[in-house]
């Protein structure tokens, strides 16, 4: 597995069936979580996501590196998507983030057809989760009181390099 920004899934498919299964949304949501605080330690925008096949393997996970790498296409879901490899299919799959998706990161779930996305919080930013429904997506919100309080305290610290992330001036 990978470096110290995210997880990254190197080994063979056939090798993945070794790996644990995350059954619930609230485990699904944890290894979002977890990125999402490794994003606030180094000091950037803590926003994770996780990526998992129909079973419950975690096929890639990471978070939102703007200030880290100085990367501002590298969001949550994106670093998932990116570290989770090639697969032959998305539909089936599911993504946790810690924040309503933003547009960009809609356009990625739809444009590989990612199958079911769960939203940690949509209080402080809402994204294009209603265009993700619309469009076939299954969405599951749970507004996570903890990443709520982790998401405003940012955003209330951070006004700029928040704005400069969802891209409003």
């Known amino acids: 597995m990978s470096s110290s920004a995210s997880t990254r899934r190197t080994r063979s498919r056939s090798r ?28 950037g925008i803590p ?11 975690l096929l890639g996970s990471g978070h939102n590196q703007r200030v880290q ?3 501002p296409a590298l969001h949550g879901e994106t670093a998932a998507f990116l570290n989770a490899g090639r697969q032959k299919s998305y ?48 969405v599951t919100t749970v507004n996570d009181p903890e990443l709520i309080r982790i998401m405003g305290e940012f955003i209330e610290a951070n006004p700029e390099l928040w704005n400069e992330d969802i891209g409003e001036e």
């Open 69 to 71: 790498g100085g990367n």
């Open 16 to 43: 993945l069936m070794d790996d644990p299964i995350y059954a619930t949304d609230a485990e699904k949501l944890a290894v979002a979580t977890a990125e999402a605080l490794k994003g606030q330690a180094e000091g």
């Open 91 to 138: 539909r089936k799959t599911t993504m946790a983030t810690t924040l309503s998706p933003c547009w960009y990161c809609s356009g990625l779930v739809r444009q590989f057809n990612i199958g079911r996305v769960i939203v940690g919080e949509n209080e402080n930013f809402f994204g294009g989760q209603d265009w993700l429904v619309e469009n076939g997506t299954s």
């Open 47 to 57: 926003i994770g996501a996780a990526l998992f096949d129909e079973e419950g393997r």
